[in-house]
C-alpha cells in the first residue's frame, strides 16, 4: 500500500480535512484512479443528510470515483460494540476500496471517544493492520514550538506502540512568525515536517450554518449566498451612524424586526463602494418587517440573505457566537482556500515522492487541468478580463485569484463590478478594476493606436472613440505590456474580440495566419484539434501554419507533437485538389520543421488506431500515435471535435488562440466558469513562453 496515506490526530479541530484535501489533490494530479476512506464515521445529522461531513467533502472530488457509500468502514457504534470486530471489518472493506484505485487517501476518525485505547491508538492500530504509513497533523494554534513537539513525541510513542510507521507530520494552524521554529522543532521527529498557518476563514461558519442554532429561516435573499462566510457579529442595537461605524468585511448584522431603518440602512450600506460587504441580516425577537419595508426590498432585487429568528437579542448572538464552521463540499471559497494553503506550503510532489508514487503515463482530464493551474501559479501573470461585470467572469475571477492563478484587471464600471460581485457574493477585491470611460490610461492608448493604424485612416479622434470599447483597451494593454494576456469573448463574439489583437498584435515572424486549438481530454490522454474555430477554409500555406502553430502549443503544454494533417486520404490512396491541397501543406511543414513528426494526407482512424496504422502505413512514425490532428477546414474540424466531446465524453478546453505575438484568448459565449478559470491558465502559460 505504498501509494496510500493515513491521516490521523491526537486531538479535535486540528484542521486534518485540509491536510486531507490536500493530499488527495497532490494524489489526482499523478495518479488516474484516487478514492478516499474513512475507518470510522458519525452520522451528522446537522444539516448534512446523515453524512459525515469530511467524506462527503473528499469523495465529491473530481478525481474520486469510488462512491460515498462505498468508502465508509464502520460507525462508532460497531467499534465500541467490538473492537476487534470492527477492524476486521475495516480492513476488508479498505482493501475493496484500494482495488479499484490507484492510491487512497485514508481519514482517520475524529476525536469523539472511541474508548479504550484511546482514540488516537486504535487509529494507529488501524494504520498498521492496513499496512499504511500515518500522516500525523498537529494543532498549532496558540502553542510554542515546544508544546507542538511534545505533542508530536506523545503521539510518536504510541503510533510505535501499535507498530504504525510515520510517514510524514504537518503542523497546522501555527502562528505566522512561529512556521520556521515549529518545523525546526519538529525535525527530530523522523519524518519530513511542514507547518501551515492558521487561515481564519477556514474556522468561520457559513451563513447556513447560522440557520439551525437559532431555529431561524430565510426571509429573502438569494440561497446560494447560505453558502458565504460569516467573519464576525455586529449587534445593531444603537443608531444608525454607529451602525455603520462597526460594520465589518463579511460580518452578520443582528437587529430587531421591529427596526427597519436599520435593515434599509445595512443593505444600502452593503451596496455602496464606501462601506463593507456584509454577509447577512439576521432579524430577533419574532417581529415581522412592516409589508412596506418588505414590498421595498424586493423591489429592488436584494441578493443579501435576510434570516429571522423568534430568540431575543441575548440569545441569538450567544447561539450564533457559539458556532463553528467546517470545510465541507458546499462552501466552494473555503475549498480553495484550502487548497492554496496547502499548496503554499507543503512540498506534495516531494511527499508523493517519499510514497513512491510512480507518474503514469496516463492523462486524464482532470489531471490535465491540475497542470495547467500549477504552471499558472509557479510563474504568476497578469491578465486583463474586459468583461469585468459579468457574472461567469467575476465567479471565475473569484476562483483564480483565491487559488492564485493570476493577478486580474476587470474592465468595467467600478461601481457596477462592486455591485454585482456583492449581489453574487464574490470577492474581487484584490483585483485592478479599470473603467475604460474615464481612465488616464485611455489617452495613452489613444495615442498608440493611432501611430499604428494611422496608415489605414484612423485619425486620433477615431482612436479615442475606439479604445474606450473594453476589447481595445484590454488589447492596448497586452501591446504596451501592461498586462500579460486578455481572456474575452463570454458575452462578445469571436470577431470582437481577435479584431482589435490582429489590428495592433499581430502574428509571430513566420506564421501569416492566426488558427486556434482545443485541448481534447479524452480519458486517458489529451490530444490537440486544430484549427476549430478561426479559419473556415484555410490554403495550403495556412494548412502550414496551424500545424506547425499547433505543434508548438501541443509542446508548450507538454504534449509530444506528433501531426497528423487530415484528409479523406491517407497517403496516394485517393486524388483530388482537398487531398492536394494537404499533401501540399505537409511538404511546406517538413520544409519550415524538418525535426518536426508528421503525416499527411492521412485519415483520422489511420492517424489515431495502432492496428489500422499498421495497415495504412506500417513505417509512420506518426501513424496510429499522433497527437496533434490538423483538419482540412472550419467545417471537418467544428463538427469533429463536437462529436468527440459528445460521443466520447470528452472535455474541450479552448479555443485556444495561437500565432499572435503576445498572448489574446477568446471564450465560448456559453462557457462556464471553469471553462473559463481554465482558459485564463492558459493564457498566462502563454505568456511565460513569451507569447505563442
Known amino acids: 500500500m505504498g501509494s496510500s496515506v493515513y491521516v490521523a490526530s491526537v486531538e479535535g479541530f486540528t484542521g486534518k480535512s485540509t491536510v486531507a484535501l490536500g493530499v488527495l489533490e497532490q494524489f489526482s494530479r499523478r495518479v488516474g484512479r484516487v478514492a478516499v476512506f474513512r475507518p470510522i464515521v458519525r452520522a451528522d445529522t446537522a444539516g448534512h443528510g446523515g453524512r459525515d461531513y469530511v467524506l462527503d467533502l473528499l469523495t465529491s472530488h473530481d478525481a474520486v470515483a469510488v462512491p460515498y457509500d462505498d468508502s465508509v468502514g464502520v460507525t462508532y457504534d460497531e467499534v465500541h460494540a467490538d473492537p476487534d470486530a470492527a477492524l476486521d471489518t475495516i480492513v476488508r ?185 456584509i454577509s447577512a441580516i439576521v432579524l430577533n425577537g419574532g417581529f415581522e418587517l412592516p409589508d412596506q419595508v418588505q414590498r421595498l426590498i424586493g423591489g429592488l432585487g436584494v441578493t443579501l440573505p435576510i434570516l429571522e429568528t423568534r430568540l431575543g437579542t441575548q ?84 476562483v483564480l485569484l483565491r487559488r492564485g492563478v493570476a493577478d486580474l484587471t476587470l474592465l468595467g464600471d467600478p461601481i457596477a463590478i462592486s455591485a454585482k460581485a456583492a449581489a453574487i457574493g464574490v470577492d474581487v477585491a484584490s483585483a485592478r478594476v479599470v473603467n475604460p470611460e474615464d481612465d488616464p490610461l485611455a489617452e495613452r492608448f489613444a495615442a498608440e493606436y493611432h501611430r499604428l493604424r494611422q496608415h489605414r485612416g484612423i485619425d486620433l479622434e477615431r482612436a479615442r472613440e475606439l479604445v474606450k470599447d473594453v476589447s481595445y483597451f484590454g488589447t492596448m494593454m497586452v501591446q504596451l505590456g501592461l498586462a500579460d494576456g486578455m481572456v474575452s469573448g463570454a458575452v462578445h463574439t469571436t470577431a470582437h474580440t481577435i479584431r482589435p489583437a490582429l489590428e495592433v498584435v499581430k502574428t509571430v515572424p513566420d506564421v501569416s495566419a492566426v488558427s486556434s486549438v482545443f485541448f481534447m481530454c479524452l480519458q486517458h490522454q489529451v490530444l490537440v484539434y486544430g484549427d476549430c474555430a478561426i479559419i473556415p477554409d484555410p490554403t495550403a500555406e495556412q494548412l502550414a501554419d496551424i500545424a506547425t502553430s499547433s505543434a508548438a502549443t501541443a509542446a508548450a503544454f507538454g504534449i509530444e507533437p506528433r501531426v497528423a494533417m487530415l484528409s479523406y486520404s491517407t497517403g496516394m490512396s485517393g486524388a483530388g485538389t482537398d487531398v492536394e491541397k494537404v499533401s501540399k501543406a505537409t511538404t511546406i511543414v517538413r520544409e519550415r520543421a524538418p525535426g518536426l513528426l508528421v503525416e499527411g494526407p492521412i485519415q483520422y482512424d489511420a492517424a489515431i488506431d495502432a492496428a489500422v496504422a499498421r495497415t495504412k502505413l506500417p513505417d509512420s512514425p506518426v501513424a496510429g500515435k499522433a497527437t496533434v490532428f490538423v483538419f482540412p477546414d472550419l467545417n471537418t474540424g467544428n463538427n469533429t471535435y463536437k462529436a468527440v466531446q459528445r460521443s466520447a465524453n470528452a472535455v474541450a478546453v479552448g479555443p485556444v488562440l495561437q500565432g499572435l505575438r503576445k498572448p489574446v484568448n477568446d471564450l465560448s459565449r456559453g462557457a462556464t466558469v471553469r471553462d473559463i478559470v481554465n482558459t485564463v491558465a492558459i493564457t498566462a502559460i502563454q505568456a511565460q513562453q513569451g507569447g505563442e
Open 315 to 398: 440569545a441569538t448572538s450567544a447561539a450564533l457566537t457559539a458556532v463553528r464552521g467546517r470545510l465541507t463540499k458546499d462552501s466552494p471559497r473555503k475549498v480553495d482556500v484550502a487548497l492554496a494553503l496547502f499548496a503554499q506550503y507543503v512540498d506534495g510532489r516531494a511527499l508523493l515522492d517519499q510514497l513512491a508514487v510512480a507518474r503514469t503515463s496516463v492523462v486524464t482530464p482532470l489531471m490535465f487541468e491540475h497542470r495547467l493551474l500549477d504552471r499558472a501559479v509557479a510563474d504568476r501573470k497578469h491578465i486583463v478580463l474586459p468583461e469585468g461585470s459579468e457574472e461567469r467572469i467575476l465567479r471565475a475571477a473569484d
Open 93 to 277: 472493506r479498505f482493501h475493496a476500496v484500494a482495488e479499484r484505485a490507484d492510491a487512497v487517501v485514508v481519514v482517520g476518525s475524529d476525536y469523539t471517544d472511541v474508548g479504550n485505547p484511546t482514540e488516537f491508538s486504535y487509529n494507529a492500530k488501524i494504520a498498521a493492520n492496513l499496512g499504511v504509513p500515518v500522516l500525523l497533523v498537529l494543532n498549532g494554534y496558540d502553542r510554542t514550538p515546544r508544546d507542538v513537539r511534545t505533542i508530536a513525541d506523545i503521539a510518536l510513542a504510541e503510533l510505535h506502540a501499535n507498530h504504525g510507521s510515520l510517514f510524514a507530520v504537518i503542523a497546522n494552524r501555527v502562528g505566522k512568525e512561529l512556521l520556521t521554529p515549529v518545523v525546526d522543532a519538529l525535525a527530530g521527529a523522523g519524518a519530513p515536517a511542514f507547518a501551515i498557518p492558521e487561515e481564519p476563514v477556514l474556522n468561520q461558519p457559513s451563513v447556513a450554518d447560522l440557520l439551525t442554532p437559532i431555529d431561524g429561516r430565510l426571509l429573502s435573499g438569494d440561497p446560494q449566498l447560505l453558502s458565504r462566510e460569516v467573519t464576525g457579529l455586529v449587534v445593531a442595537a444603537m443608531t444608525m451612524p454607529n451602525v455603520l461605524d462597526r460594520l465589518a468585511e463579511g460580518a452578520a448584522v443582528v437587529t430587531a424586526g421591529d427596526r427597519p431603518e436599520v435593515v434599509l440602512g445595512v443593505l444600502m450600506a452593503h451596496a455602496s463602494r464606501n462601506f463593507p460587504q
